[in-house]
């Protein structure tokens, strides 16, 4: 298939994808590099793609420029046997070949037309741009060129090459397409289900955290679904598209951990979530893989994410998706917390197998030929500080310097509940916030090693005083806790009438010393935690541990702290 070439002299031209021998310049190899994406791009070619996009991602992948015409050329070079469309465009083009002379006069009339309108719709593109203007939506559609035929059937999404496709085509249980914003991933989640929408039995569940969030999606499978089944309705009561084979996808938010309990008692065979960085802790997911289930044999049980890195979820993300292993290839999934491939249970018939699959697939926005040949997204996300630009422009998962505490992992911090021996010292420590939040964690000292162990959190939003003081004690109810450690800033009076938020919670019962003076008042001070984070060499057992029930902190440690989105 890809044979040797020769050629003339030294300088002249080497054909695509081929090199010249290290020992004979005038010998040409094909080069190993580049074989392969060309023979992809081909494959892209004979799935119907069209040659300028795969050109556009051949490019991209080998670095090196070839014209669509070009890769035309090559494809009809190797392909001409046994490529079925190659094969019925020949066919096609047989049969509307000119016969007459007439004929013959106005297909050249015709040529002749179609390229002046080629000309046109570029010189309207170029005077836009020179404008400043918009120009996807040049002039020329307007005109008249109605003898120009037009395609009979729509085609109402076609994935783009690369990544798109392959999220597309992806058979593993679950798969995370992810990377750069703007890479087509939303629009890729919302086509993935469209094979199934024939199917009576098909009940679907398409996710975002908010709901806010979610009406841009809904309003995309607007255009996308009546498309592509006619008579399909979307019930805005519901939330969920009823398509005429009675199939139903339910677009809806899940927002806190709680949210779930809607789900409960129902099934789904496909389960999508958009932006799964948006969640703190893998809590949702994990609960939403319990929902995934089907009476009927033919549809396949799948759930697919897509996200941008760099959310709060970014780490559990990470762990669960892409630090397993290389991207695009499929792995048993494992446990996030021991990292031990999920089998089959000891009485199982398939005891100690892999339970299913996952794969990420990256995502660039140079896959994504909507937006990147345009150019003016890109100058957007370049224009991003470092970091940001790292994780939206280039997709990186490895961005982590900014994170706070680098030390802190779910292996050596995180740990299952215990019962606290009633001998060991427990005391509180709180940041107050009204508008944003107070967060309250409660402490055990284990004696042994002095580890400190949080047992407890509390988080609440918009609570005075008197409220977060009324919450404390509730929470602690049975609990012996010796003291609690408040900011500093809740004895200031805050030039206000009235008790500081520290005596408005003493009055309440709920007793406080100020985190200036108290030594352990330091715990919250960052470089105590870092401290603590460290595990001690000699014992093997870090300063801090929390129980896996204290979910926020958790989510919240290793996040990055800059909010990309
Ligand atoms: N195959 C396709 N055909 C037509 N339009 C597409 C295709 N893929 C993506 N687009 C368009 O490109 C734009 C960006 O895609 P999309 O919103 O899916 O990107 P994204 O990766 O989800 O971005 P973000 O990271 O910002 O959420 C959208 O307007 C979308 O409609
Ligand atoms: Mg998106």
Redesign the pocket.
């Known amino acids: 298939m890809w044979q040797n070439k020769s050629r003339p002299n030294k300088t002249a031209k080497i054909p695509y994808a081929y090199k010249a021998d290290a020992d004979d310049p005038l010998v040409l190899i094909p080069d190993p590099d580049i074989v392969p994406l060309v023979e992809q791009a081909m494959d892209y070619l004979d799935e119907g793609h069209s040659s300028r996009r795969t050109a556009n991602w051949l490019s991209e992948k080998s670095g090196k420029t070839i014209s669509h015409q070009g890769l035309s050329n090559i494809w009809k070079a190797h392909r001409s046997e046994t490529s079925e469309l190659l094969k019925s465009r020949k066919k096609q083009r047989r049969k509307n070949a000119p016969k007459t002379e007439s004929e013959k006069r106005v297909k050249a009339a015709k040529r002749k037309r179609s390229d002046a309108k080629r000309v046109l719709t570029m010189a309207e593109k170029k005077i836009a741009k020179l404008e400043g203007k918009d120009a996807s939506n040049p002039v020329s559609d307007n005109l008249d060129f109605n003898a120009v035929p037009k395609s009979t059937q729509e085609i109402v999404?076609?994935?783009?090459p690369g990544p798109?496709t392959e999220f597309l085509a992806a058979s593993e249980r679950e798969v995370l397409y992810g990377?750069?914003?703007?890479?087509?991933?939303?629009?890729?989640?919302?086509?993935d289900p469209l094979r199934y929408f024939g199917n009576p039995a098909f009940v679907g569940l398409l996710l975002r955290r908010t709901n806010d969030e979610l009406r841009e999606l809904v309003w995309?499978s607007k255009e996308l679904y009546p498309k592509a089944y006619p008579g399909a309705k979307f019930q805005e009561k519901a939330s969920q598209w009823v398509f005429p084979s009675g199939a139903r996808l339910w677009m809806t938010y899940l927002e806190r951990d709680e949210d779930v309990l809607r789900y409960q008692g129902q099934s789904f065979s496909w389960i999508g979530v958009?932006?799964l960085t948006q969640y703190a802790t893998p809590f949702a997911w994990n609960y939403l893989r319990s929902r995934l289930r089907t009476t009927d044999p033919n549809l396949p049980v799948y759930m697919r994410a897509?996200t941008?890195p760099g959310n709060r979820g970014h780490m559990w993300v990470k762990q669960t998706f892409i630090d397993p292993a290389p991207a695009n290839k499929p792995f048993d999934a494992r446990d996030i917390e021991t990292n031990e491939v999920l089998v089959y249970p000891s009485n199982h018939e398939k005891a100690g197998q892999p339970l299913f699959q996952r794969r990420f697939i990256p995502?660039s926005l140079k896959d994504?030929p909507?937006?990147y040949d345009e150019g003016t997204y890109e100058a957007n996300l370049l224009s991003l500080p470092e970091n940001q630009r790292r994780q939206?422009l280039d997709g990186d998962w490895a961005v982590a310097d900014g994170a706070a505490f680098p030390e802190f992992n779910q292996k050596d911090h995180v740990i299952e509940p215990f019962d606290i021996p009633p001998k060991w010292r427990r005391f509180r420590s709180a940041d107050f916030g009204y508008s944003s939040y107070s967060a309250v964690h409660w402490v055990a000292i284990d004696p042994s090693y002095e580890t400190l162990i949080v047992y407890r959190e509390l988080y609440v939003s918009k609570h005075t005083g008197r409220d977060l003081a009324k919450a404390v004690l509730e929470a602690e109810i049975g609990d012996k806790v010796q003291y609690g450690i408040l900011d500093s800033s809740c004895w200031h009076n805050r030039g206000q009438i009235g008790p500081s938020i520290a005596e408005e919670m003493i009055a309440m019962g709920c007793r406080w010393r100020s985190s200036d003076r108290s030594a352990g008042a330091r715990v919250s001070g960052k470089n105590r935690l870092h401290e603590l984070l460290k595990v001690d060499e000699v014992t093997g057992v870090p300063g801090i541990q929390f129980f896996n029930t204290c979910r926020q902190i958790i989510a919240d440690l290793p996040v990055i702290p800059s909010d990309p989105k």
């Open positions: 999404f076609t994935p783009n798109q990377g750069a914003a703007g890479g087509g991933k939303s629009q890729a989640l919302l086509a995309k958009d932006e897509t941008n995502a994504n909507y937006l939206l």
